[in-house]
């Protein structure tokens, strides 16, 4: 029978990660996909790894995306093809390594008659398909709107087109399944911990934390810290070093809508506008069709970003001056927004910024090292990575080769074709599981989707049932190994299953956790 119940260690309630490591080489500050990933990498190098996230992994810029690993097909207009052919020779390597929550889209261009015009767009399509080595993904088509199925949905002014590749990621899980195997091979992840405070001590820096849930203060000592914050990476440098006047980080919103399905097929689109940006509809969680983004400057807070009715209204009437169906407000059903941290390159206009990635440097190994990461995007995650371990080599020396390129996060050990069958063979040994409900384990869970399902042999085995697909033995699971502490973690990072829940079910879910976090604590 499968385990409804956590174990009653607090430890194991914060996701199995305090070690209790006071001293290490590589101290890393961001719980995002670079911060993760940095860890990652570092430890599987032989490393000893510390990493703090103030809030929840996955809490700030990536969980804000679209959603997608792709090149860039646009930042091509803008000259940056270092960027775009990294990008692009990634895409199938993260797809290799997580065919579980990484998987391959085709996406539909309309040709635009009073926008750029066709040559212009099957040039740029043409070095997209041969500027990365593509070896698995389908190359571009052209496509005629009226009579293919693609066409359907969109207005019949629209009757020629182009399809190309890329890939959809669930980036949430991205960034928690790099801190899982980071985890899993050594690093002490802090989740709800602070950095409050940075100094230099001898040959290391003396990093000074605060849990934000029990306000216990700590200390950790790092010959390398890795300022790996996003947003808010010049906010560590200002508060936590005592650096002045820090400005490196452009920070720009990026909002996203959600509606019920626009269409039955499961292609995407990519529009342009007379902006000259572009934006996506995509579909999403199998019953909805998500659009975005929007491209603003954002002066204030990173934490207090929100939609505005500006964007709400630029994102409808984008939509639907392609689209057959009009798109309205009342229509969206979810809204989310954040903020991208873009180095600060002295663009004039957002949507031109650079999306590529810099590194600077703050001393030196005998002296302490800190590393600041400005900008990147979550296709170059990896390559990011290694790029700051070889700063950290040339710092402390070389304890191990580059070993990521090929290497599967946990539950993605399947062939990159292999998604259907693994719904096929759970289904078969779970019978009693319908087909979207094993569809979305094993997108969110890959192979380890039999963590928790054990030896169940019914629905009933799995324990509470939350709402929709949710059951206790899940919950479980990710309080106990992937660092969810409240329903808004298992909800809407953990899974998007808070798109089917109502109120009163998200609070059902809370109070359950909340009751079995207490019971951890006495029993301690």
């Known amino acids: 029978m499968a385990a409804t119940e956590a174990g009653t260690d607090p430890a194991a309630d914060r996701g199995d990660m305090n070690n209790g490591q006071t ?216 508060r936590a070093a005592g650096k002045n006047d820090t400005h490196n980080v452009r920070l720009v919103q990026g909002s996203h809508i959600v509606v019920p399905k626009l269409y039955d097929h499961d292609r995407c689109y990519i529009f342009q506008n007379a902006d000259n940006r572009i934006f996506f509809a995509i579909p999403y969680q199998r019953d909805y069709t998500l659009i975005g983004t929007t491209d603003r400057d954002w002066k204030d807070d990173p934490a207090e970003v929100k939609i505005s009715d500006e964007e709400i209204a630029y994102l409808c009437k984008g939509a639907s001056d392609y689209f057959a169906q009009d798109i309205s407000p009342a229509d969206i059903v979810w809204t989310y927004s954040g903020v991208r941290p873009l180095y600060d390159d002295g663009a004039s206009e957002a949507q031109v910024a650079t999306r590529d990635y810099v590194l600077r440097t703050d001393g030196k190994g005998k002296d302490g090292l800190l590393i600041n990461i400005f900008g990147g995007k979550i296709t170059t995650y990896r390559k990011l990575a290694e790029a700051v371990v070889e700063k950290i080599e040339d710092a402390i020396g070389k304890r191990g080769e580059a070993w990521t390129h090929g290497a599967t996060l946990p539950g993605g050990d399947f062939p990159i074709g292999g998604f259907s069958d693994l719904v096929a063979d759970l289904m078969r040994d779970y019978p009693f599981l319908t087909e979207p409900h094993t569809h979305r384990l094993i997108r969110q869970y890959g192979t380890r989707a039999r963590h928790f399902l054990g030896e169940a042999a019914s629905l009933q085995d799995l324990g509470k049932h939350f709402g929709d697909t949710l059951y206790a033995s899940e919950v479980a699971y990710l309080v106990e190994n992937e660092w969810a502490m409240n329903a808004e973690d298992v909800l809407w990072r953990r899974s998007k299953l808070g798109l089917k829940f109502d109120q009163a079910s998200a609070k059902a879910l809370e109070d359950w956790i909340s009751a079995r976090t207490r019971r951890a604590e006495a029993a301690e």
């Open 23 to 238: 001293d290490v080489d590589v101290f890393v500050i961001g719980g995002g996909v670079n911060g993760c990933g940095i860890a990652r990498d570092a430890v599987g190098r032989g490393y000893s790894v510390a990493l703090a996230e103030m809030n929840d992994l996955a809490s700030g810029t990536s969980s804000w995306s679209t959603k997608l690993i792709h090149g860039g097909l646009r930042y091509l207009e803008h000259y940056e093809f270092r960027l775009v052919r990294e990008a692009l020779i990634e895409r199938e390597v993260l797809w290799g390594s997580a065919p579980h929550i990484i998987w391959p889209l085709r996406f539909v261009l309309p040709h635009h008659k009073g926008l750029r015009p066709a040559w212009l767009l099957r040039l740029g399509l043409f070095l997209y398909d041969n500027l990365g080595g593509r070896k698995h993904l389908p190359p571009t088509r052209t496509v005629d709107l009226t009579t293919d199925a693609v066409g359907k949905p969109l207005k019949p002014t629209f009757t020629k087109g182009f399809e190309y590749s890329d890939c959809a990621v669930d980036d949430a899980r991205l960034v928690v399944l790099n801190a899982r195997d980071a985890a899993d091979r050594g690093v002490d992840i802090r989740t709800r911990t602070e950095v409050v405070a940075l100094e230099r001590a001898g040959d290391r820096w003396k990093v000074s934390l605060r849990d934000t849930v029990t306000g216990a203060r700590s200390t950790v000592t790092a010959r390398v810290v890795v300022n790996a914050a996003g947003p808010w990476v010049d906010r560590v440098l200002t």
